[in-house]
Each structure stands twice: as C-alpha cells, then as structure tokens.
C-alpha cells in the first residue's frame, strides 16, 4: 500500500482512442464517426478541447489551402513548395495525401461557421499568399471542437496520457494508454482497439529568449509538451528528421507572425541603416547549400542565415518597414487584427513599448528553436504513406500507421509533412481515422488486451513524484531547495539549459558539433535519472513533472538524430560546426531512430527519399 | 502578458479554471476567488479574459520586456458573433477593432453520423467523409501513380 493507493483507477473502452484534441485530434474524432458509425469513439484531451492545442486562441489565417475549385493550385505544387522550403528532405507521397483532400477540410470549415474573408468580386477567399487564406478565426478551435464533439462518443479532458500500453498477446501491438484527471487524480486505464496520437510538439525543450515572467512567451504554445513524440518513442515507434528542429524570424518579444506582414501588407526587411541585407549573404549561403539558394521561394532557414549573418556583422537589430504600408487604414487594421486574431501578446508588448507600426519600424528577432511536425519543419513519426500509390518503402500496413500496430498518428506527431499547419493537421487526423477505423475492422475478433501487470506498474510510476516530494517535503523547514527532489520548474530549466548550449541553441548561435552533442548526452542522461526523484507538491506540478518527462525523451532523440546526421542541412535552423556544408551525396535521406525502453539505446538509420518525377 | 484578476469583481465560479490550456487558472482558496498561479506558463492566448463572466480577468505586459500603463481588452460576444478589442498604448493613444467570430449559430454543426452511411467501396475508397462532392472540383479525388514517386536528388 503506497501513499497514494486511495486513488481511484477508472477504466475507459473504446474502439478508436485519439489523444489530444487540437486540431489533428478534432479531424480525426470527427472523421471516425463518419466511418465508424457504431463504433465507440473516445478523445482524451490534457486541457479543453474548447480551447485547446496550437489553435487555442485563434489564427487569422489557413496556411494551407490549394485553392483547386479555382484551380489555384494543384497538391503537387504544394509537394514541390515543401520539398523546397525543407531543403529536399519531405515525404511527398504523405504531404501529396495531405494537399489532395485540405481543401474539403476548409470547405467544412466555411460550412460550420469559420468566417472566411473573401473577395466580393469574385467570391474566391482572399489569399494572403499562394497557400494561405485569409480568416477571421479567433473561434476556429471552438468551431472545429464543436464537431470533434458531436462526433464523440465522449470527450475526456483534463487528462493527461503519460503512457501508451501494448497487448499482452500480440507483440509489438498498441492496446491504450493510461493517465491521470489533473483534477480528481483519478487514474485512467484506456483500452482500444486502435489509438491515434494527435498530442503537441515541443515548445521549451530550449531556453527561452524571455526570461522569469516572459518565459511562457514562447513562439509555440508553452502547453505543447512533446507528448506527440514521448508517446510513441516510449513504445519503440520509429521517428523520423527529429533533427530538423525550426527557428522562427517574428516581431522581438512577443513573437508576432510575420507571415500576413511580408505576403498581404507587402512589407519588407531592413537592416539597422536602412539597407537590404539578404542579397549581402548570397555568395556566403551559396558556399554551404549550393543550388538551393536559387530556390524560389527562397527557404526559411536560408532566410534566417542571411538574418543572422547579418546580425554578427554589427548592422542589427532587423527591421520590418511597415511605416509605408501602414498609411493605408484597411492594411493597418489588418496588421492589427492579425495578432489580435493568434498572438495578443504582440499586441501588448507594441501597446507598452508605444510601438505603433504606422510610425515606427518594429524590431524583429530569431526564436528559440522548436520541434513539431506541421510548420516549416517535420519532425515526428514514421508513417505507413498512403495506399494508393506510396513506395514499398514506405507502406507497411494501414495509411499513417507508425511502426507500432495500431498506432496512428496525425498532426505534430508525424513526421516528413512539413506545411500542413492548422488546416493539413486536421486533415491528417481524417486520414488517420479513416485508416484506423479500417484497421478495426480488419482485426475481428482478435482484440487487444491489457495486462494488469503492465498498468500497475505504470500506475505507480506515475504519482510517483507525489510520493517523492511528500517524503522529501519534511527534510525541509520551507522553500523550494530539497536535497532529495528537484521540482519540475528547477528540471526545466536546466533542459532548457542543456538544450541550449549543447543542442544548438540562441546562446551559441545556433551552432553545435559532435564533442558538444556527446557532452550535451551525458547531461540529459544525468537529468534523466534525477527525474526519478522528481517532486509534484500537487496534481498541476504532477501534470509540470510528466510534461518535463514527455519534453526529455523528445530532447534525447532530438540529440542523436543531430548527431547522426553529419552535415548542415538547414543553416539558419541549426549548425554542425564540425560539418559547416550540405551534403547531398552522403545525407539526401531521411534519419530514422528507435528507442528501446529496455536497454535505453537509440538505434539509427537512414531511409530513401522519393520524389515527384515528372 | 500573464493574467491577472480583480478582486472585487471575481465571483469565483471558475470559467476560467475550466478553460485554461495551460491549467494554471486556480481558485484561491482563502479568497474564494480565482488567480494565475503560474505566470510563466502562460501563453496571454486570452481564453480566460474572453470566458469571464464579470470581466474580472485582465492582462499586464510579461515584466521582463513591459513597460507599465497599457492594456488590451476585450469582449466577446457569442450571440452576436463578434469580438472587440480596445488597445492602450503607455502613452494613452488608443485603438479598436471589431471582427466577427462565426456566421452560424452555435451548437448548429451536424454529426456525421446524420449523413447517409458509407458503402463497402467507400471504405476501399481514399475518399473522406464529403468526399469527392466537397472539393468542388471535376475529375474527382486528385491522385498519383506509384511510379511517379523516384529516388534520387531533385
């Protein structure tokens, strides 16, 4: 009998089980009703799903719309804009699978009651740029959780999933997860005969530029806690290009986009007197990358190496120009309503330092670097691609099935889609339901079981640092320094620190090499076994601690993948001093990792890359 | 900007606890009322502000890049449909905005299981749900030819 045994131990059956209720999570809730109709659907959500994941405030745009009722764009082009801005490295056939069927996902959207900004000549939405809509979305997660909703059979929130469980028969199998009501402190057993990852990508794995209070001020939500990767890394799923970690140019501070501001206000970059500046690093980038600075559009990182560059020459801070553009009262408004639409924050940082774009240029800054799977970058899971015409190589089993059985996956989680954003996340969920639901129907009779014994251990491993802090607690007169527990903050930071100065971080510009990474491995190994003794004085600190631990396992795979793959392949996201140069004859390939739980060693490979020939 | 809340105008009911995707709205429990336990968790995404029923929650710049004497408020409006937000500069300039939030009425969006069940084919199908009809397009579901996908440096 342990200190906590009095807690409850629920036990949830479903038939499809989809953990996370963001907008991947959503799709596919909603997308398995339609083809599970009598089938029980269960989404389990750490928050709200009312407001919850990426989209929890709002966006003021759909970065990815192919516009083909207009025939704006074909999901080959979209392929082609990916695979450029990732500098080559995509998975087509996965990202082609997403662009084919987005736009049905927006047309929904519309239908629901998402208010879309249109042009009242033609009746087309207004494009911000080639991919992105315009939208009047600060309700586009309350829209799109209402029919996640309707959808369910339930919906659970406030539950954290720590862990997913595997079929005692049938090795290799998913089976469900477990978890804890961050409320109750109920323990929660899941049981499904199929389960969809759909949880976060990793916002503070780095240190944040912002310190004390502003550090929850980061680019990426600070509740996305790497549950998208910890969840299937835990159970040996195979992950792919979890090196190609993104760094962000945005408004300094409160990290407003910059995306409307350059494509739809038509402002522009300059540097502290007044001069363009990228074109200065031409010769420069062309000497690490080659040809792919003549790439159009030019790629995100190769924008931010020319920022950088720029910035240790002396001729910082970079500027936006948005006095000219903000003369004209609708672009001004826009300019507003954009952050007020998705980053309020920026709102309030211009409001207090009296910055107002119409009369002064607003400072811009690189973030911190982030690890997700839907922006410009694709880290995340191995999947099983499309059936209809993906590779052998990459076709397994059923459409964006990982390497485990019956485990699925859609949105952050997945990995080589780069570009799929809020609308292609949702869309992946769909996917993955519908595969899913496929999956269950093939199986039978022949369903997953859970072992007692595997949940019971889970289940004490999991109040585990309740138990640690309550025992450690009375060492100590009062305060927060304990010989015998760290608490989840004091854990964080020095992740974040490890991350930084070791991994690539801002405070080494970015850089790293292979003694700093083998170093920065010993140190993530040393803060792995100190968060045995980590210490939750309540259920939120419990929820910070199995945060801390999902962030810690992404940065560990983060770390060997950067090691594994020797040579710089995205300047302006990350450096391999000691491989200062792009590599296409060694490194034209995908990194793939597999983390056995038994022995704690990573095993790494590479894997093709296919492209659209044609 | 981390939130903070008025006492006077708190009432406790805990909107705000209940939507907070970072959890760190709580109830104090000597006051009754609620409170941001965790400013440097907070992501100023405004869920709380938008979902109190007293206007009692507001938000002040992260100290660590704020100078004193803004504010940025705001109010949503379900049954119209609309936000407004008012924006204060420190030096008392001051803007508003006005956008609206849905054109159809809440709680109107229909399962999928009131549309007609799928047929055997469409499980084969790589067809989603609405599907080919919602994409607006001829020719149906776009889609590529296995040989189309070739290794090499493009």
């Not at chain 1, 949830?12 to 809730?29: K, Q, Y």
């Not at chain 1, 089938?39 to 989404?43: G, P, Q, S, T």
């Not at chain 1, 719309?65 to 990916?82: F, I, K, L, T």
């Given at each position: 009998?342990?200190?906590?045994?009095?807690r409850?131990?629920?036990?949830?059956?479903?038939?499809?089980?989809?953990?996370?209720?963001?907008?991947?999570?959503?799709?596919?809730?909603?997308?398995a009703?339609?083809?599970?109709?009598d089938?029980?659907?269960?989404?389990v959500?750490?928050?709200?799903?009312?407001?919850?994941g990426?989209?929890?405030?709002?966006?003021?745009?759909?970065?990815?719309?192919?516009?083909?009722?207009?025939?704006?764009?074909?999901?080959?082009?979209?392929?082609?804009?990916?695979?450029?801005?990732?500098?080559?490295?995509?998975?087509?056939?996965?990202?082609?699978?997403?662009?084919?069927?987005?736009?049905?996902?927006?047309?929904?959207?519309?239908?629901?009651?998402?208010?879309?900004?249109?042009?009242?000549?033609?009746?087309?939405?207004?494009?911000?740029?080639?991919?992105?809509?315009?939208?009047?979305?600060?309700?586009?997660?309350?829209?799109?959780?209402?029919?996640?909703?309707?959808?369910?059979?339930?919906?659970y929130?406030?539950?954290?999933?720590?862990?997913?469980?595997?079929?005692?028969?049938?090795?290799?199998?998913?089976?469900?997860?477990?978890?804890?009501?961050?409320?109750?402190?109920?323990?929660?057993?899941?049981?499904?005969?199929?389960?969809?990852?759909?949880?976060?990508?990793?916002?503070?794995?780095?240190?944040?530029?912002?310190?004390?209070?502003?550090?929850?001020?980061?680019?990426?939500?600070?509740w996305?806690?790497?549950?998208?990767?910890?969840l299937?890394?835990?159970?040996?799923?195979?992950?792919?290009?979890?090196?190609?970690?993104?760094?962000?140019t945005?408004?300094?501070?409160?990290?407003?986009?910059?995306?409307?501001?350059f494509?739809?206000?038509?402002?522009?970059?300059?540097?502290?007197?007044?001069?363009?500046?990228?074109?200065?690093?031409?010769?420069?980038?062309?000497?690490?990358?080659?040809?792919?600075?003549?790439?159009?559009?030019?790629?995100?990182?190769?924008?931010?190496h020319?920022?950088?560059?720029?910035?240790?020459?002396?001729?910082?801070?970079?500027?936006?120009?948005?006095?000219?553009?903000?003369?004209?009262?609708?672009?001004?408004?826009?300019?507003?309503?954009?952050?007020?639409?998705?980053?309020?924050?920026?709102?309030?940082?211009?409001?207090?330092?009296?910055?107002?774009?119409?009369?002064t240029?607003?400072?811009?800054?690189?973030?911190?670097?982030?690890?997700?799977?839907?922006?410009?970058?694709?880290?995340?899971?191995?999947?099983?691609?499309?059936?209809?015409?993906?590779?052998?190589e990459?076709?397994?089993?059923?459409?964006?099935?990982m390497?485990?059985?019956?485990?699925?996956?859609a949105?952050?989680?997945?990995?080589?889609?780069?570009?799929?954003?809020?609308?292609?996340?949702?869309?992946?969920?769909?996917?993955?339901?519908?595969?899913?639901?496929?999956?269950?129907?093939?199986?039978?009779?022949?369903?997953?079981?859970?072992s007692?014994?595997?949940?019971?251990?889970?289940?004490?491993?999991?109040?585990?640092?309740?138990?640690?802090?309550?025992?450690?607690?009375?060492?100590?007169?009062?305060?927060?320094?304990?010989?015998?527990?760290?608490?989840?903050?004091?854990?964080?930071?020095?992740?974040?620190?490890i991350?930084?100065?070791?991994?690539?971080?801002?405070?080494?510009?970015?850089?790293?090499?292979?003694?700093?990474?083998?170093?920065?491995?010993?140190?993530?190994?040393?803060?792995?076994?100190?968060?045995?003794?980590?210490?939750?004085?309540d259920?939120?600190?419990?929820?910070?601690?199995?945060?801390?631990?999902?962030?810690?396992?992404?940065?560990?795979?983060?770390?060997?993948?950067?090691?594994?793959?020797?040579?710089?392949?995205?300047?302006?996201?990350?450096?391999?001093?000691?491989?200062?140069?792009?590599?296409?004859?060694?490194?034209?390939?995908?990194?793939?990792?597999?983390?056995?739980?038994?022995?704690?060693?990573?095993?790494?490979?590479?894997?093709?890359?296919?492209?659209?020939?044609? | 900007?981390?939130?903070?809340?008025?006492?006077?105008?708190?009432?406790?009911?805990?909107?705000?606890?209940?939507?907070?995707?970072?959890?760190?709205?709580?109830?104090?429990?000597?006051?009754?009322?609620?409170?941001?336990?965790?400013?440097?968790?907070?992501?100023?995404?405004?869920?709380?502000?938008?979902?109190?029923?007293?206007?009692?929650?507001?938000?002040?710049?992260?100290?660590?890049?704020?100078?004193?004497?803004?504010?940025?408020?705001?109010?949503?409006?379900?049954?119209?449909?609309?936000?407004?937000?008012?924006?204060?500069f420190?030096?008392?300039?001051?803007?508003?905005?006005?956008?609206?939030?849905?054109?159809?009425?809440?709680?109107?969006?229909?399962?999928?299981?009131?549309?007609?069940?799928?047929?055997?084919?469409?499980?084969?199908?790589?067809?989603?749900?609405?599907?080919?009809?919602?994409?607006?397009?001829?020719?149906?579901?776009?889609?590529?030819?296995?040989?189309q996908?070739?290794?090499?440096?493009?």
């Open positions: 009998m342990g200190l906590f045994s009095r409850k131990t629920q036990f949830v059956d479903s038939d499809v089980l989809v953990i996370g209720g963001g907008m991947a999570g959503c799709g596919a809730t909603y997308e009703r339609h083809w599970g109709r089938l029980n659907i269960v989404c959500e750490k928050a709200n799903i009312e407001r919850s990426a989209v929890a405030q709002g966006l003021y745009a759909i970065n990815c719309y192919m516009g083909m009722q207009w025939d704006e764009n074909q999901p080959e082009d979209h392929v082609r804009y990916a695979r450029n801005d990732l500098m080559g490295l995509v998975r087509e056939d996965l990202g082609y699978d997403i662009a084919r069927h987005v736009d049905s996902s927006v047309h929904k959207f519309e239908e629901w009651g998402l208010p879309m900004m249109k042009d009242p000549e033609t009746g087309r939405y207004v494009r911000e740029g080639k991919w992105q809509i315009m939208i009047h979305g600060e309700s586009y997660k309350p829209i799109v959780a209402e029919a996640a909703r309707k959808a369910a059979t339930k919906v929130n406030r539950i954290m999933v720590t862990h997913l469980l595997m079929d005692k028969e049938k090795e290799g199998r998913v089976a469900g997860a477990v978890g804890f009501n961050v409320r109750t402190g109920d323990f929660y057993v899941f049981r499904a005969k199929a389960v969809i990852v759909a949880a976060g990508g990793a916002s503070h794995i780095y240190k944040p530029r912002a310190v004390g209070e502003g550090m929850g001020r980061t680019w990426y939500a600070p996305s806690s790497a549950s998208a990767y910890a299937p890394i835990q159970v040996g799923a195979k992950m792919t290009q979890m090196e190609n970690r993104i760094v962000l945005r408004f300094k501070d409160g990290y407003g986009p910059v995306g409307a501001y494509l739809h206000l038509k402002t522009y970059t300059e540097n502290a007197y007044g001069n363009e500046y990228e074109s200065t690093w031409y010769e420069n980038t062309k000497a690490l990358v080659g040809d792919y600075v003549d790439r159009h559009p030019v790629p995100t990182c190769l924008r931010n020319a920022f950088l560059e720029e910035l240790k020459a002396g001729r910082g801070p970079i500027r936006m120009v948005t006095k000219e553009a903000f003369q004209d009262p609708h672009k001004e408004t826009v300019g507003w309503e954009n952050f007020l639409g998705m980053t309020v924050g920026q709102a309030v940082v211009w409001a207090a330092q009296d910055i107002d774009p119409k009369y240029n607003p400072e811009l800054t690189t973030s911190e670097p982030y690890v997700m799977g839907s922006h410009a970058t694709c880290s995340g899971a191995w999947a099983s691609g499309p059936e209809d015409y993906a590779p052998d990459y076709q397994w089993g059923y459409n964006r099935m390497t485990v059985d019956g485990l699925f996956g949105g952050d989680t997945i990995g080589g889609t780069a570009h799929k954003f809020s609308s292609g996340s949702f869309t992946e969920g769909r996917i993955a339901a519908k595969a899913a639901v496929n999956y269950i129907k093939d199986m039978g009779k022949d369903a997953p079981q859970v007692e014994d595997e949940y019971e251990n889970l289940r004490k491993e999991v109040y585990k640092p309740l138990e640690n802090y309550e025992i450690g607690r009375n060492e100590i007169v009062a305060g927060t320094v304990s010989p015998s527990y760290l608490l989840p903050i004091q854990g964080l930071q020095r992740l974040e620190k991350m930084d100065e070791y991994v690539g971080g801002i405070s080494t510009g970015y850089m790293t090499n292979e003694p700093l990474l083998t170093r920065g491995l010993e140190l993530l190994g040393t803060l792995r076994e100190d968060l045995d003794k980590i210490g939750a004085e259920l939120h600190q419990l929820q910070r601690a199995w945060e801390l631990k999902h962030r810690l396992l992404a940065s560990e795979s983060v770390t060997h993948h950067t090691m594994f793959r020797e040579e710089t392949r995205w300047p302006g996201y990350y450096y391999r001093g000691d491989h200062m140069k792009l590599d296409d004859n060694d490194w034209h390939c995908f990194t793939l990792s597999q983390y056995h739980q038994e022995t704690g060693e990573w095993a790494m490979e590479k894997a093709p890359v296919y492209h659209i020939v044609d | 900007m981390p939130t903070f809340v008025y006492m006077t105008r708190c009432d406790g009911c805990g909107h705000c606890v209940d939507i907070c995707p970072s959890d760190i709205m709580h109830i104090d429990k000597t006051y009754r009322r609620a409170y941001n336990i965790e400013p440097n968790m907070c992501w100023e995404c405004y869920s709380c502000v938008k979902a109190c029923p007293q206007n009692a929650i507001d938000a002040r710049g992260y100290a660590d890049f704020a100078p004193l004497g803004h504010s940025v408020r705001v109010l949503r409006e379900e049954d119209k449909g609309t936000i407004s937000w008012k924006v204060k420190r030096n008392g300039h001051e803007k508003n905005f006005e956008s609206p939030i849905r054109t159809t009425k809440w709680g109107t969006i229909p399962s999928p299981a009131e549309l007609p069940p799928p047929s055997e084919e469409d499980y084969k199908s790589q067809e989603l749900a609405h599907e080919p009809d919602v994409l607006n397009i001829d020719g149906g579901l776009p889609a590529l030819t296995p040989d996908l070739k290794k090499g440096v493009v």
